[in-house]
């Protein structure tokens, strides 16, 4: 195979530093990452860039001009994260991230052979509606509710007319990996939560509302599935779903993630995330010796993520929340995972890297 150069977009957020790692490990291959911060290191090339800037991007072009491969896991959110989904400046600046970027670079890259574009299932609507269920690409799109992925995607396909590179569009659902500081990373505000109220007993009360049937994806299995579509000719021009391939429910899976922590499951009773305090946190960090940050810089929005992903004050059950991932099986993608090891997985990665304590 040939060597190939892939420029990994939001190198630092939770999709972009899983696909980061993922190639930095890859043979025959250079990686480009482009973030403001530097990500931690992986053998990867920093580009420090802010996607808002046209003429920063525009500049930055020429040390882009062997990049084959294009992995745009980039993304703002606003405070209030998920009223923020409705609101026209965080559509129009997630559209203007992408053609700034974008555009230079089919310009100045005339090796480019694929793009990676992520959405999610916001593509059906779920942040405002309860699903088709199961959601199907090409199907049960939600076109008429304002969205940024539907001014990306128009723009991309519109650029992508006659030219040699082809994309591949990934809708994964809630994505669990390894990201500080992110807008929608459960592991930092989970962990969090449970090492404050570990200082009052073994117990961890499941902290959210009345379960709804979900799915999720690990951010490893994520990357593996963009590395695939990037060489994978069934998956040109395609829209898929990502999913670990099983489904839970916060309440089902909550004695797994109490164990990861080192705490007992319990009553259930509930407790508002966002409410979690910064003094609390802090004492924490001194008491292990941890190198995580302060609670804002741990946790970044992910909080508020928490409440609404748990259905916090939520008192009858919800709608199931469910997408089909028959397509990228046909299509040759396979890997599955379960959900349960998976936040197992995670917590322990947090607590050998000292951001999170010991269970």
Known sequence: MARKTVLVAGATGLVGY????????????????VSRSAPPKTGARHLALDLTDAAACQAASDALRNVTHLVYAALFELPGLVEGWRNDQQIVTNDRMLRNLLGPLTRAAPRLRHVTLLQGTKAYGVHVRPLAVPAREGRSEMREQPNFYWAQEDFLRSVQIAQNWHFTILRPVLIVGEAIGGAMNLIPALGAHAAVMRERGPILPYPGGAERVSQAVDADLLARAIAWAGETPAARNETFNVT??????????????????????????????????RADWDRIRRRFGLVSPALAEFVGLSLEYADYQMRYGHTEPGPPAIVSTIKIMQAGFHEVMDTELMFRKWFKVFQTQRLLPPP
């Open 18 to 33: 899983a696909a980061l790692k993922h190639f930095a490990g890859a043979p025959d291959t250079d990686v480009i990452a």
């Open 244 to 277: 670990n391939g099983d489904v839970f429910s916060w309440p089902n899976i909550w004695p797994a993630i109490a164990d990861a922590v080192g705490m007992r499951s319990g009553p259930d009773e509930p407790f508002l995330m966002q409410s979690l305090g």
